[in-house]
């Protein structure tokens, strides 16, 4: 079952994620930092145990770049502490089968992550929200039949060329409680909370081969994903209470683009999460003529080769999704 899936794929990230942490605290100073002032400004010195009680270890001026960087990673360790502790915690919910009290101890550091971005005019400037929490959002805003979903990622589709302000991502998600992490291609991703953020980029055609472009704008390299400019040129806008106005997918780029990625052999382990998204919100837009419109309008314009593969993926979803009870037939020829 989907729900099963979602659980053990929760279970291993966390419990990789667990790892990586134990790693990075084992090399780690132990300690924490004080400052002092004397003749010619500030000095940091480690404080830490020694015996049965503390000593302060001389470490340099504040302003040396050597010493900052050991403060750094001193500091660090504070959050990795309570990064293992969230990480714990989650372990203990996933083990009791309590997946909806995780999810919503999540909610605030994504809503805070959301709400900054808006601040920041990244919607605006056209990155969108992708992904399982865009379908989250049609979910609660649009009516889409609940199902079980994997909350861990956090998606993001950046428009190359990006045209935004630019700004320090790395700095912003640094406040927010992330980390910038290095993929073994160049590529970067975001940890932190319990969540991984991921910005994607539309991939051209069938690999990357040599350097992926950097959008120096926002200093990060965001992940290659095929056919990702049908979501980023079918763009919808809604408001979110507390946060403002967010950009994600209209519901039937979404719907294509799923029929599309669902077989790549990259995503064999989301194929079946991919083809009940689609079902579900398939159902959704046979309710709305203007929503059946779009999606042919959509499917009409693309590649002849993309169409055959949505045709393709069509077939085989019945094979994923027994009870889907959508004629997909009239939703892609619009045989209203």
């Not at 004397?38 to 010195?45: D, K």
């Not at 010493?67 to 504070?78: G, L, T």
């Not at 790395?170 to 291609?185: H, I, N, P, S, Y």
Request: hydrophobic residues 40%; charged residues 30%; glycine residues 6%.
């Amino acid at each position: 079952m989907v729900i099963e899936q979602v659980w053990e794929e929760s279970r291993d990230y966390y419990l990789n994620y667990q790892k990586r942490l134990i790693g990075e605290l084992l090399i780690s100073p132990v300690g924490s930092i004080k400052r002092r002032k004397s003749w010619g400004g500030w000095f940091l010195y480690l404080h830490k145990r020694k015996g049965q009680g503390f000593e302060d270890v001389y470490l340099g001026g504040e302003s040396d770049p050597s010493v900052k960087k050991i403060a750094e990673k001193i500091e660090n360790r504070q959050r990795l502490i309570r990064e293992l502790r969230s990480t714990k915690n989650a372990l203990k919910l996933l083990k009791a089968n309590k997946m909806s009290r995780a999810l919503k101890d999540f909610t605030d550091p994504l809503r805070k992550l959301l709400a900054a971005m808006e601040r920041l005019g990244f919607f605006e400037a056209g990155i969108e929200l992708v992904g399982s929490y865009c379908f989250k959002v049609y979910q609660s805003h649009f009516g889409v039949e609940w199902f079980p979903l994997r909350t861990i990622d956090i998606d993001f589709a950046v428009p190359i060329p990006y045209k935004g302000p630019p700004t320090d991502l790395e700095a912003v998600l640094k406040e927010l409680g992330f980390r910038q992490e290095f993929c073994t291609d160049g590529t970067i991703y975001f940890e932190g909370n319990g969540l991984k953020i991921e910005f994607l980029q539309p991939r051209k055609g069938i690999g990357t081969k040599g350097r992926l472009p950097e959008v120096k704008e926002l200093s990060t390299v965001p992940i290659p994903l095929p056919y990702l400019n049908i979501l980023l040129d079918n763009k919808l806008e809604v408001s979110l209470r507390d946060i403002g106005r967010i950009a994600l997918p209209s519901m039937p780029a979404f719907t294509l683009h799923k029929l599309l990625i669902a077989p790549l052999s990259e995503r064999k382990a989301k194929l079946e999460k991919d083809y009940i998204q689609v079902c579900a919100v398939a159902k959704k837009i046979f309710t709305d003529s203007n929503l059946i419109d779009e999606v042919h309008r959509i499917f009409v314009n693309m590649p002849q080769s993309w169409r055959k593969k949505i045709s393709d993926s069509v077939q085989i979803l019945p094979d994923f999704v027994g009870d889907c009870n959508v004629d997909f037939s009239i939703l892609l020829s619009n045989q209203k």
